[in-house]
Nanobody, 120 residues
């Protein structure tokens, strides 16, 4: 059974960098044909796809966030991470880590989500 669990600070100050880690169990973050994404949902708004790291380590980002976003992975720990720089209160959201099938784009496994608030 594949499980994903987000971890990281619940509160970040404006202008700082938001960093979250997703710990994966039941499969490997280097498994072929699967990619690992971050998606967020601000309060009262819809889901926003932020970016993905593919099975070969290539990354792709939402163009609206690309200049501030970095996704990486650590196969030795079976984790992947999100770094979002220069945050503002508009970055307050529930952040989800997600597994995607690279052939269909289907998102078949989700973490429970981590609420991160940006406030001074």
């Amino acid at each position: 059974q594949v499980q994903l669990q987000e971890s990281g600070p619940a509160l970040v100050k404006p202008s700082q960098t938001l960093s979250l880690t997703c710990t994966v169990s039941g499969t490997s973050v280097t498994t072929t044909y699967y990619a690992w994404s971050w998606i967020r949902q601000p309060p009262g708004k819809g889901l926003e796809w932020m970016g993905v790291i593919a099975d070969n380590g290539t990354t792709y980002y939402n163009s609206s966030l690309e200049s501030r976003t970095s996704i990486s992975r650590d196969p030795s720990k079976n984790q992947f991470s999100l770094h979002l720089s220069s945050v503002t209160p508009e970055d307050t959201a529930v952040y989800y880590c997600v597994r995607e099938r690279m052939d269909t784009g289907g998102m078949d496994s989700w973490g429970k989500g981590s609420l991160v608030s940006v406030s001074s």
